[in-house]
């Protein structure tokens, strides 16, 4: 090649090359390790608001089981001789139906229903099919799952024969084995028998039988999986605003959700109404998913169960008038709520609510140590409503740590005055709750530098960027929050837990987005912001390790080329977790200072979440359009240097020698 030419190459090559690459060096301190990283630190936030429950984690099939809907037979198509009856087994679920002939040999009773935006069913797997039912001579009942829309000479895909041949209630149940797959079945309950007979049928119930862990009546697997894949160390639940109600009668009663599901009483779902927009007129809380399942899933995926419960305020957005709350005075059964919820979680056996608990299966504790009171509330009404459950909290079991509230907002007079009453009433870890835009992400890298450390700790307990007017899931925003956690990772001196809200959505049953998990009938996805809070659990590390650029935090200040980054340490590994919020690659030099004369460091491998698709994310048609790629990463000494591409995060691992 001629020199012309090869100059020529060279100037390609160059005009080639990503925008221009910076220089950031960036002095990780390896002398000494920092606060140590609390196991609660990244956790999940569940509430049942976008069909997370009822239609989404919880895995029954069946919408309005129970016939407990203002409208009875809201989810039910009925046809033939089917009335709604209120003198049923279940006290605080007293509707049924009864079913008798029909009157014509050529007509027929029964009726079915439509499931949570249809009945999704897979061909191989198999589903349970239960029912309350008596009757005063043997009756046949025909059970099916049927596609209403095809063309082919059956509707049914699967049909099973079932006889009620006990005039006491008892429970019936049979296996169907659908022979298609379909996203939007109905299941579809025909009386056989004739001859004036009739047949009263209650609880009606369908499950698939490989649930998560297999259990009878329990959780969908995948979503269930999705959860435990986070490997979060903290589970806040049942909200959110579900927790105070629209009004106190709608407040949620953890009360009314444990024991027999048979017997739990039906709930109004405020996410039903709260955006006319996007209005459902069929969300109900059957509380299937109630407190005891909550305290297992949390067991089962080693998560701290942190259960949060109403104060007495009704949702403040909801509520100007001051008689929609408890007076202070008469706050007793709300305090007594929350010790008994204590001896349920933590109870003897013999204790009243310890023994709820263990005839539902857990003899054994579930050793709760965090409660929350309140959720988003504000004014002097809070301080004054929280106050006495402190002291009747930390009487009765001065060991669990209080959760009280920051209000709705990252900022502003509420937070300004809240914050302070927190520390003056003890609270152990204040909730704060910030769903923001771009910017604010961008500008809170060192939010948490400068907080009191002898007050209470930080719970981050919602927050999720939010693009300013449409709002939903897509890569930069996810970015953002990773770029904003590398700050509640550095502070992990005071950032004790920290969760993304919200956590489900039915694709076609959401009232609020972004979500961190997203399903229909049949499949889920992971988003990226999913993702994102996993690559920080699995690299949570044991303490921080100091990480500075010209002795400053990397946290998209001035002069730091919309870089983020913190490090953590986890016994001989070191994770180092940089975000590049800018539109050029950067260059990175990590000094590690502090080593041995003769030490070195080792690149280990890195992980790399990358993309230039800026605007969009996973979704059920392409669920890993965008996940992180683990890379090789090499090098040894005291000082290593990598790159990062424009808008990406990565994790670099290494070892100490
Ligand atoms: O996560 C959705 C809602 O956002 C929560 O219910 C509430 O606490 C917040 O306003």
Redesign the pocket.
Known sequence: MKPTSLLATAIALITAMPAIAENNTFDINMKKAGAPIQSTMYGI?F?D?NYAADGGLYAELVKNRSFEFPNALQGWKIFGNVEVRNDGPFERNPHYVRLSDPGHAHKHTGLDNEGFFGIGIKKGETYRFSVWARADRPVTLRVELVNTASMDENHFVCQQSLTVNSREWKKYQVTLRPSETLDKSTLRIFMETRDGASVDLEHISLFPTDTWKGREGGLRKDLAQALADLHPGIFRFP?????EGTDLDTRYNWKNTVGPVENRPLNENRWEYTFPHRFYPDYFQSYGLGFYEFFQLSEDIGAEPLPILSCGLACQ?QNDDINAHVPVDQLDPYIQDALDLIEFANGPVTSTWGKVRADMGHPEPFNLKYIGIG??QWDALYPEHLEPFIKAIRKAYPSIKIVGSSG?NSEGDQFDYLWPEMKRLGADLVDE?F?RPYEWFLSQGTRYDNYDRKGPKVFAG?YACHASGKKWNHYYASLLEAAFMTDLERNADIVHMATY??LFAHVEGWQ?RPDLIWYDNLNSFRTVSWYVQQLYSLYKGDNVAGLTMNGKPVAGQDGQNGLFASAVREGNLLYIKVANTSDKEQQLTFNFNGLKKKAVMKASKRIDLSSDKLYEDNSIEAPVNIIPVEKKFDGQGQSIRADINPYSFSIFVLTTE
Do not use: D, S
């Open positions: 936030f509430e608001i909200g959110g605003c579900i927790v957005f959720n988003e709705p709750h769903y919602e809200a919200p609020w």
